[in-house]
């Protein structure tokens, strides 16, 4: 089979959101600096400024079998149920449920069908090689790609290469569940059949939203849980409001269960546990994920894993092993990791990565003494607590930052603030009967939000003014000219504050 070298400035392996951010970025610096200096930034000689390697669909989990197709799967169920809490909308639509097919055809329309060209085109049109194979490195700044006709390509990396290969599923070696077939969050999102009935093992976010999805489609979901709590990472009552939201979509959610067998029997899944015996048509295994970094060839470059099997990296999301030490070219970005798991923190950790990659092509220098700044361009310093997410559930739950747990166990003194969103002007106009939780976690020396969780019905889109607090550590004390538009769900902010006090003159 054919055998070729090829050398380009960046090298790129995963073309998943943060790949195709950092490439975006690296590149949109090269023909920044190609046009203001009227020569070359990356020297024209070379085939191409970046190379993007990727070994099924450009756009990564996210687009095909993640964020995209969930929320699809999600949104139905969500509009319908959104109407059915309003007097005078909720005799206009069917109680009946929500048009599966409907719901299927518009998902197949987000991830285009599971074809991938319209990012492929968007990365030539940007001046990005993409080659479909299987890459790993092979040495410093050397990456080798397998295709699967066999021929083999060599590249060299004259100033980067990025690992951004994500995560794929972890899956708990349970006895006989390889045998019975599983679904994961793969078939979970692609599926164009709606199953009677669905085991789902797992407490955390892809475990509730896919039960909220399958659920809103008739069928019959069964969560098992092995800790006491649904999404354990976040303030407790979050998991609670989900938990309680579940419920009342007919999910039968376990606590505390352990399950010891899975098999498939006449075509049902039987999963023995230590709460008993449970049945369905599927099973769908959503315990987690693991960095994909088995065959990536780290030992040729003697790149050691950290906890979990994740890539080590600094701020600026270079790899923190000797390999960088006199000449810094091996960047991890993205779930690879294990930073934050979230597609908008990959997204940001490769437009950071993109700016320092260019920086350091160009000899700059990154910050004074060769150290990049905190908050500063180079950076991706969001990742320590300042991560924003939207869990798509039926409560909604949207946080940002630390959790009380979290900052107490960094010895930061708080104060934490509760208010029943309900009580907002905004939220009982929006549904009726609107029932939420808004918390702030204070930081009490600095008086600065160190941390924000809201539950309840459309909370998403209130978090970003959370992460503006927390990111910009804006004092308590100016937020209050910071005036909520009435009748918004945004007062919410205002009563937290009111919740805080202003103390005395
Ligand atoms: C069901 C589900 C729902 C989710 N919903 C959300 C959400 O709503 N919001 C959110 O922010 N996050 C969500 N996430 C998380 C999100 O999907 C990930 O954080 C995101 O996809 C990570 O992006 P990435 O670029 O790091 O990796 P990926 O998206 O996993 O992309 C990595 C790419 O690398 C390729 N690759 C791997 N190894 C190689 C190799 N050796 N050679 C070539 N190519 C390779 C893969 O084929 C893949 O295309 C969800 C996850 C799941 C499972
Ligand atoms: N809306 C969003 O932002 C969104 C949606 C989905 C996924 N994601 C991200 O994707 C990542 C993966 O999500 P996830 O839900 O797969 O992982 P997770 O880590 O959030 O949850 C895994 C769950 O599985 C449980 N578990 C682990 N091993 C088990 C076992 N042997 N038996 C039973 N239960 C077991 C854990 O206790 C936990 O409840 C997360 O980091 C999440 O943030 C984000």
Redesign the pocket.
């Known amino acids: 089979m054919a055998t070729k070298t090829e050398m380009f400035d960046l090298v790129v392996l995963g073309a998943g959101p943060a790949g195709e951010n950092v490439a975006d970025v690296a590149h949109a610096r090269g023909l920044t600096l190609f046009a203001s200096d009227a020569r070359p930034y990356f020297p024209t000689h070379y085939a191409s400024d970046l190379y993007s390697i990727e070994r099924h669909l450009v756009g990564g989990e996210c687009s095909y079998y993640?964020?995209i197709p969930?929320?699809a799967l999600l949104r139905a169920g969500a509009a319908l149920r959104a109407a059915q809490r309003v007097d005078g909308a909720k005799q206009a639509v069917a109680v009946s449920g929500v048009d599966v097919v409907g719901v299927l055809r518009r998902r197949d329309y987000m991830t285009s069908g599971g074809d991938d060209k319209g990012q492929v085109g968007w990365l030539k049109g940007a001046g990005i090689e993409l080659f479909r194979g299987v890459g790993k490195l092979a040495g410093p700044k050397k990456v080798e790609v397998l295709a699967q006709d066999g021929s083999t390509l060599t590249l060299e990396a004259k100033h980067a290469v990025c690992i951004s290969t994500g995560?794929v599923?972890?899956i708990?070696p349970?006895p006989g569940l390889e045998q019975a077939g599983y679904w994961t969050?793969r078939e979970a999102t692609s599926t164009g059949t709606v199953p009677k009935s669905l085991l789902i093992?797992?407490?955390?976010?892809?475990?509730?939203?896919m039960a909220t999805a399958y659920a809103s489609f008739g069928c019959r979901c069964t969560v098992?849980?092995?800790?006491m709590g649904?999404?354990?990472?976040m303030e407790p009552f979050a998991g609670e409001g989900v938990g309680k939201g579940l419920k009342e979509l007919g999910v039968d959610v376990r606590f505390a269960?352990?399950?010891t067998r899975v098999d498939r029997v006449e075509g049902e899944v039987v999963a023995q546990t230590s709460k008993g015996e449970f049945r369905a048509e599927e099973i769908l295994v959503?315990?987690?994920?693991k960095p994909a970094t088995a065959d990536l060839g780290l030992p040729s470059v003697s790149v050691g894993l950290g906890p979990g099997g994740y890539i080590p990296v600094d701020d600026t999301l270079l790899v923190s092993a000797p390999t960088n030490e006199a000449e810094p070219w091996l960047y991890a970005l993205g779930?690879v990791n294990g930073r934050?798991?979230?597609?908008h923190m990959g997204k940001y950790q490769g437009r950071q990565a993109g700016e320092a990659i260019a920086a350091r092509a160009r000899g700059r220098a990154l910050g004074p003494l060769g150290k990049a700044e905190a908050w500063g361009r180079y950076t991706a310093t969001a990742d320590e607590g300042a991560v924003p997410?939207?869990?798509?559930t039926d409560p909604e739950v949207a946080s940002v930052g630390l959790t009380a747990a979290e900052a107490e166990k960094r010895g930061r003194k708080i104060r934490v603030v509760d208010y029943a969103l309900g009580s907002v002007a905004g939220s009982y106009l929006l549904a009726d009967g609107y029932a939420g939780h808004a918390r702030w976690v204070v930081d009490r020396d600095r008086q600065v939000i160190l941390g924000a969780t809201l539950v309840g019905q459309d909370v998403g889109e209130l978090v970003h003014a959370a992460t503006v607090m927390v990111v910009g550590e804006v004092a308590v004390a100016r937020l209050w000219h910071a005036v909520p538009s009435f009748p918004g769900m945004g007062e919410v902010w205002l009563r937290l504050l009111e919740g805080l006090g202003r103390g005395d003159e």
């Open positions: 993640a964020c969930s929320k995560t599923p972890l708990p349970i969050n093992l797992g407490g955390g976010v892809v475990a509730c939203e098992l849980v092995r800790g649904l999404l354990e990472r269960v352990d399950t959503a315990t987690g994920r779930d934050a798991l979230l597609t997410q939207i869990v798509y």
